[in-house]
């Protein structure tokens, strides 16, 4: 449910971004739009409205996103013009903003691989609440609880990778 997504990403995302929940990835504000409008203007050197695609790195950079090069390169290699519009970076700065979204699942997955001492998906449910009362933003016990409701197995272990799943879709 949306408690669990919000207390689990209370917890593990300290630092990082505060929410992971689609809707407010969904789209930019008018306020955002007009910032990124800002930001991409000023990687316009010929004043034409356009960025030369080898920027196009740079500006992902400059707005928050971290593409690796050949994300960079991919999408580089998909526009058909040497030079690009705001209009046409827009569908690809989304579309990478979304990616990073829906890679945060597969992040928390690895990080809690790194208790699974025996390779087999699971983690002492005890470890997990260590965790999450003491990492991060820590949890409360109460919270916690209410994480794990319904997770652990009848030895104490808990399927990380459901568990995340289970948080993750609310």
């Given at each position: 449910?949306?408690?669990?997504?919000?207390?689990?990403?209370?917890?593990?995302?300290?630092?990082?971004?505060?929410?992971?929940?689609?809707?407010?990835?969904?789209?930019l504000?008018d306020?955002?739009l007009?910032?990124?409008r800002d930001?991409?203007?000023?990687?316009?050197?010929?004043?034409?409205g356009?960025?030369?695609?080898?920027?196009?790195?740079?500006?992902?950079?400059a707005l928050?996103?971290?593409?690796?090069?050949?994300?960079?390169?991919?999408?580089?290699?998909e526009?058909?013009?040497?030079?690009?519009?705001?209009?046409?970076?827009?569908?690809?700065?989304?579309?990478l903003r979304?990616?990073?979204?829906?890679?945060?699942?597969?992040?928390?997955?690895?990080?809690?691989?790194?208790f699974?001492?025996?390779g087999?998906?699971?983690?002492?449910?005890?470890e997990?609440?260590h965790?999450?009362?003491?990492?991060?933003?820590k949890l409360?016990e109460?919270?916690?609880?209410?994480?794990?409701t319904?997770?652990?197995?009848?030895?104490?272990q808990v399927?990380?990778?459901?568990?995340?799943?289970?948080?993750?879709?609310?």
């Amino acid at each position: 449910d949306l408690r669990r997504q919000t207390l689990f990403s209370k917890s593990v995302s300290a630092g990082h971004q505060r929410s992971l929940l689609p809707s407010k990835m969904a789209s930019l504000s008018d306020d955002q739009l007009a910032e990124h409008r800002d930001a991409f203007a000023l990687f316009d050197r010929k004043g034409d409205g356009k960025i030369d695609v080898g920027q196009l790195g740079d500006v992902l950079r400059a707005l928050g996103q971290n593409p690796t090069n050949a994300e960079v390169r991919k999408v580089s290699g998909e526009v058909g013009d040497n030079r690009l519009s705001f209009e046409d970076f827009l569908p690809i700065f989304n579309s990478l903003r979304q990616k990073k979204e829906a890679g945060s699942q597969e992040a928390f997955i690895e990080g809690l691989k790194v208790f699974d001492r025996d390779g087999n998906g699971t983690i002492n449910s005890v470890e997990l609440r260590h965790v999450l009362t003491s990492l991060g933003e820590k949890l409360s016990e109460e919270e916690v609880d209410q994480l794990l409701t319904g997770m652990e197995d009848s030895n104490g272990q808990v399927q990380y990778e459901e568990f995340i799943k289970t948080i993750m879709s609310g």
